[in-house]
Nanobody
Framework: QVQLVESGGGLVEPGGSLRLSCRGS????????MAWYRQAPGKDRELVAL???????EYADSVKGRFTISRDNRKNTVYLQMNSIVPDDTGIYYC???????????WGQGIQVTVSS
């Protein structure tokens, strides 16, 4: 059974940091393009960051310079390091895995990040 298991979310104050993890179960993440999406209350799900196989990375303008996506293939895990967090970073963060050049993909169950003082 393919699973993407997210962890590391929670409550954080503005200016703080969090590191989200996405561990693959039944799936080898090094063969997938990986991404983090988020969905804020009342808003559509949006792409936050992605990392390809090269590993090429891309970021939403709103998180450039603050967030870093990375892989650890030995741990079969993808990370999202979130620094200088702001209230607009609040939302449910989803891990996403896509087979390159296909429509085959999987989503994690989502993890809550709340930014509040």
């Amino acid at each position: 059974q393919v699973q993407l298991v997210e962890s590391g979310g929670g409550l954080v104050e503005p200016g703080g940091s969090l590191r989200l993890s996405c561990r693959g179960s039944g799936i080898i993440l090094s063969s997938f393009n990986m991404a983090w999406y988020r969905q804020a209350p009342g808003k559509d799900r949006e792409l936050v960051a992605l990392i390809g196989l090269s590993p090429r990375t891309e970021y939403a303008d709103s998180v450039k310079g603050r967030f870093t996506i990375s892989r650890d293939n030995r741990k079969n895990t993808v990370y999202l390091q979130m620094n200088s967090i702001v209230p607009d970073d609040t939302g449910i963060y989803y891990c996403y895995a896509k087979v390159p050049r296909t429509d085959s993909h999987s989503w994690g169950q989502g993890i809550q990040v709340t930014v509040s003082s």
